[in-house]
């Protein structure tokens, strides 16, 4: 009995030396911590100063280029393909026969309708001589004549079931994809895909600018474009389409066609470049990074710093020149601004600039 209390006061015993422990413990970390968040009440960050620089209105815009005309060729007709005679990487022009198609019935067809077409035009012939010395009556004659026409239709329809047997490219480019092969079983419904066809004669580059500057472009306006695979090479380009409404992101899409060098170089979904040149001279323009606006420029605010504190401002955002932004009201010369920590950034907050 007295072992037994002898080991429950050993335990309460080490249970409060724990307890005592874990307590000092807590009341040191948290010392620690109050040192750090004194230490840390200052928010980090950069900064630069505002100024008036000589500014170039010109600007790019980048995108990928797409090709002028591209289609998945599909059949219209049902049937067993006898040949392919394109492949893979051809190029292929307007009437060219890509395939051909199961056409022994089709061609007896042909001949049977060509043959009544013959007899009815025979037939008409007679009834149109006979009826001069009144051997015929106008009734026959005008019955020998709708035969003649039905044949002449029937024969038609036949002969353009012969053509599609031998299926034909309905634009010209390179075949992208071949889906088919000799035996393949063509249906109607649904249609069976047969060749992807690019034609990049002439591409597209569909680029996005902002509302500052597609102020000033034009369709028709002639723009140098160039290619990330061919840094030294210039593409020559024409502006076809200008959107007449923004996009989710206000930005207006804008499309310039290029013709390709004979080597057809470009490529569809190649990364390209638009250099938009203005027409203006450099002007002299107050501007701020792009990232010193708390958000994004259309939030039009931005933190200024003045004596170690940060002040969130209203500004008036003007173009948009690149990386910069013009600044047409709200800032001064001279003034100090933030360009990164803004996250962590309050109105009033004390910050701590790291050079």
Excluded: C, W
């Amino acid at each position: 009995m007295k072992k037994t209390i002898i080991t429950i006061v050993i335990i309460i015993a080490a249970l409060a030396l724990i307890g005592f422990v874990l307590n000092n413990n807590k009341k040191k970390n948290k010392a620690k911590t109050d040192i750090v968040a004194v230490k840390n009440a200052a928010v980090s960050v950069k900064v630069t100063p505002v100024k008036t620089e000589e500014i170039s209105l010109d600007f790019v815009a980048n995108g990928n280029f797409q090709p002028i005309q591209q289609l998945t060729f599909s059949a219209e007709k049902s049937g067993k393909v006898i040949s392919v005679l394109a492949k893979e990487g051809d190029y292929v022009r307007v009437g060219q026969t890509l395939l051909t198609m199961r056409g022994d019935i089709i061609n007896v067809n042909a001949q049977q309708a060509q043959a009544v077409y013959q007899n009815a035009k025979s037939d008409y012939s007679r009834y149109e001589n006979a009826f001069k010395t009144g051997g015929v009556t106008k009734q026959q004659l005008d019955q020998a004549k709708l035969a003649l026409t039905n044949a002449q239709s029937s024969l038609t329809q036949a002969n353009i079931n012969v053509g599609d047997t031998k299926v034909k490219a309905p634009i010209n480019g390179f075949i992208n994809k071949k889906y088919i092969e000799p035996g393949s079983i063509l249906t109607g419904m649904p249609a069976t895909a047969l060749f992807d066809i690019v034609n990049v004669s002439k591409l597209k580059l569909v680029v996005t600018v902002n509302e500052n500057q597609v102020a000033s472009l034009k369709v028709g306006n002639h723009i140098n474009v160039s290619a990330s695979v061919y840094p030294d090479k210039t593409f020559s380009g024409k502006i076809t389409f200008i959107a007449a409404k923004a996009d989710e992101s206000l930005n207006f899409p804008v499309e310039i066609e290029i013709t390709n060098n004979t080597n057809n170089d470009l490529k569809a979904g190649m990364y390209g470049t638009a250099n938009f040149a203005s027409n203006q001279q450099k002007q002299h323009l107050m501007v701020v990074p792009r990232n010193a606006f708390v958000g994004s420029v259309s939030s039009n605010e931005i933190f200024v710093v003045k004596g170690g504190v940060a002040k969130l401002r209203k500004v008036t955002a003007g173009r948009i020149l690149g990386d910069q932004v013009e600044i047409i009201n709200g800032l001064s010369d001279g003034e100090t601004v933030v360009i990164t920590g803004q996250i962590n950034l309050q109105d009033g907050n004390t910050v701590e600039i790291i050079k």
